[in-house]
């Protein structure tokens, strides 16, 4: 019989802070497991069980789109809760994970050694607006709802009730992931693709109202892009498992939990930041979506394509970069005469990322980047947007970074037992046109403004 020990080990941050981001709930967080004298270690969220292979190549809109760029912390909420609340039919959710923006969620981080949740006033008084226009999207409008999200081992104290729970009880179905590593995803489908969403925002207070983020709407989009997004959600919910419920609740409480009558939200205004750009939300008809592609599967070929077909600009806003090929393309670009600009979060949540990152800037400025590299400014809690823009003309927007997590060089994917490596799912969309792409340059040269320059001492 397999002698099996867990040891929870190192955790940079987490309890307040980790309710705080938003990101991920676990960072540099390990499971250690001895399994007959040999050991393996794999990130605490990490339940793949079998080798995944690519399987989904980029694909194109045959047809044009409707197209609507968003912006924490400017409209994501509407953006979000009109996606919602236009739902008649399904909505498809990936997540990385479900945050309160009270204290149903707050816990100290160690991965299955603490407990969340909250009273069942508190749950049912929530104040994130999702969760109250999913429970009506069930309940006043029939509308069939599924969440995929990761598993972090994280049990709802004995007496409470945590979001995901209050969710399952009310009907949405949830299920945990497994595909891969993490499911890095921020991805909503409504009406099996009549709109879709693909962003870097996760379901957090900060990455709504705090953050710098940015998203994009497609909608209408009736073509093979979008065939792509469902398929790739219909095989991670199959390979998926269910969310258990692991408190009992009496009669009347539940009566209380799954009361249909209609919950009222907020939606929340834009922070008044003097000084920083407000990106007004308009929807641009008639564009071009050049392709919509997934990561792992083929998403370093399809960026690293991209990127050498670049002739003129890039200009690329992105949480961080840590995946050394992609520091170097960006070298490469510059060396042949194309005009880098780099503009990245002033703020790290990982200090061994940081020092990653921190190596490409630095050996880009030394090449001759220097003033091609700002940091954004301190305005934002985290600068977490994730888009490049090529020639002034096409604009890619991506859930995930330039990491070997998020853009592996690979095309099999074994479980990190085997292979010490982290795989995450994203998704990625590139789009053709002129004012959607000038959409996301208003953004990136307002935030370029008001940053700093990136020094070496830094």
Not at 143 to 172: E, H, K
Not at 238 to 256: F, H, I, K, Q, R
Request: glycine share 6%.
């Amino acid at each position: 019989r397999t002698n099996r020990r867990v040891y929870f080990i190192y955790s940079y941050h987490f309890g307040s802070v980790l309710n705080y981001i938003g990101m991920w709930q676990v960072v540099m967080l390990a499971v250690v497991t001895f399994v007959n004298g040999c050991c393996s270690s794999a990130p605490c969220y990490d339940h793949q069980n079998v080798t995944y292979k690519a399987t989904f190549e980029p694909a194109i809109c045959e047809t044009p789109c409707t197209v609507i760029p968003f912006f924490s912390p400017d409209t994501s909420v509407s953006t979000y809760v009109n996606l919602i609340e236009s739902a008649t039919e399904a909505i498809d959710i990936f997540t990385p994970d479900f945050n309160s923006w009270g204290s149903c969620t707050k816990h100290d981080g160690t991965c299955g050694g603490d407990c969340i949740g909250c009273t069942l006033k508190d749950q049912r008084n929530e104040s994130f607006p999702i969760f109250s226009a999913l429970l009506n999207a069930i309940h006043l409008h029939n509308v069939t709802v599924r969440l995929l999200t990761n598993d972090f081992y994280v049990p709802t104290c004995s007496g409470l009730i945590a979001p995901l729970d209050w969710l399952s009880l009310n009907g949405i179905q949830v299920r945990l992931y497994r595909t891969t590593t993490f499911l890095h995803s921020k991805f909503v489908l409504i009406d099996h693709g009549r709109r879709t969403s693909v962003s870097s925002i996760n379901f957090s207070h900060t990455s709504f109202l705090k953050n710098r983020e940015a998203g994009m709407v497609l909608d209408q989009c009736s073509c093979s892009a979008i065939a792509m997004y469902q398929a790739v959600f219909e095989n991670d919910w199959d390979l998926g498992y269910d969310y258990v419920v692991n408190n009992t609740y009496t009669s009347s409480e539940l009566e209380y939990i799954t009361d249909p009558s209609m919950i009222p939200y907020a939606i929340y205004p834009h922070p008044e930041n003097p000084g920083v750009y407000v990106a007004p939300l308009i929807p641009y008809k008639n564009v071009t979506v050049k392709m919509a592609y997934t990561g792992p599967d083929y998403a370093y070929d399809t960026v690293m394509a991209g990127l050498a077909q670049t002739n003129s600009s890039l200009q690329v806003m992105i949480y961080q970069i840590t995946d050394n090929a992609l520091c170097n393309e960006m070298l490469n670009l510059s060396m042949r005469g194309v005009n880098v600009t780099l503009l990245v979060s002033y703020h790290i949540v990982s200090p061994a990322d940081y020092l990653l990152a921190k190596k490409c800037y630095d050996m880009l400025y030394k090449s001759g980047l220097n003033g091609h590299i700002r940091k954004t400014s301190h305005v934002f809690t985290f600068s977490h947007q994730k888009f490049w823009i090529i020639d002034d003309s096409i604009v890619h927007l991506s859930t995930g970074n330039w990491s070997p997590d998020d853009v592996p060089n690979a095309s099999v994917f074994p479980p990190y037992s085997q292979s010490g490596s982290a795989v995450f799912r994203d998704m990625l969309v590139a789009v053709e046109d002129p004012g959607v792409v000038r959409a996301f340059q208003d953004v990136f040269n307002s935030d370029w403004a008001i940053g700093t320059d990136w020094k070496l001492a830094e």
